[in-house]
């Protein structure tokens, strides 16, 4: 039985909740999710905990936010003149607001709005979060950039 590496693809229910039992997201209500180690689909320190496991294993992880999306960086929360938006557009917190960077769109979440400033955060919605993490692998095969073809030889 193919054990979990790192060039596997890995088929998996997944479960993640926050400490306090809030749901994040999870697949077992639904098709099992599907992706090759390392593709980056989830962060590292998430992946690092799966190797070894195989089909048909259950595990429970208690996942830190350094092996997840990272502490919350206060230097990622921005004031911003109000005059920066649309006057028209309603700012309520927990808004998520798409911002052009350099490498392309940057989404940040207001977090307090008055007439003046805006208060925008642009860490991850997760980071500083300790995370709860319940997964069942389905299936463990090679990842399809790992396999070699061997070429007959003339």
Same mark, same amino acid.
């Given at each position: 039985?193919?054990v979990? /590496?790192?060039?596997?693809?890995?088929t998996?229910?997944f479960?993640?909740?926050?400490?306090?039992?809030?749901?994040?997201?999870?697949?077992f209500e639904?098709q099992?999710?599907?992706?090759?180690?390392?593709?980056?689909?989830?962060?590292?320190?998430?992946?690092?905990?799966?190797l070894?496991l195989?089909?048909g294993?259950?595990?429970?992880?208690?996942v830190?936010p350094e092996?997840?999306f990272g502490?919350?960086?206060?230097?990622?929360?921005?004031?911003?003149p109000r005059?920066?938006?649309d006057?028209?557009?309603?700012?309520?917190?927990?808004?998520?607001?798409?911002?052009? /960077?350099p /490498?392309?769109?940057?989404?940040?979440?207001?977090r307090?709005?008055?007439?003046? +400033?805006?208060? +925008?955060?642009?860490n991850?919605?997760?980071a500083?979060?300790?995370?709860?993490?319940? +997964?069942?692998i389905?299936?463990? /095969?090679?990842?399809p950039?790992a396999v070699?073809?061997?070429?007959?030889?003339?």
């Amino acid at each position: 039985m193919a054990v979990i /590496g790192t060039d596997s693809e890995v088929t998996l229910h997944f479960r993640l909740s926050l400490e306090s039992g809030e749901l994040v997201d999870s697949t077992f209500e639904r098709q099992p999710g599907t992706f090759v180690m390392g593709d980056e689909t989830l962060p590292s320190g998430i992946t690092k905990l799966l190797l070894g496991l195989k089909s048909g294993d259950k595990r429970a992880f208690v996942v830190k936010p350094e092996q997840a999306f990272g502490p919350h960086n206060e230097k990622n929360v921005q004031q911003m003149p109000r005059s920066q938006f649309d006057a028209d557009q309603e700012l309520a917190d927990g808004l998520v607001v798409q911002f052009q /960077g350099p /490498g392309g769109t940057l989404p940040g979440i207001v977090r307090r709005a008055t007439e003046t +400033v805006v208060t +925008v955060d642009f860490n991850h919605p997760l980071a500083g979060r300790t995370l709860l993490f319940d +997964v069942e692998i389905v299936d463990v /095969g090679v990842a399809p950039q790992a396999v070699q073809i061997q070429m007959p030889r003339s």
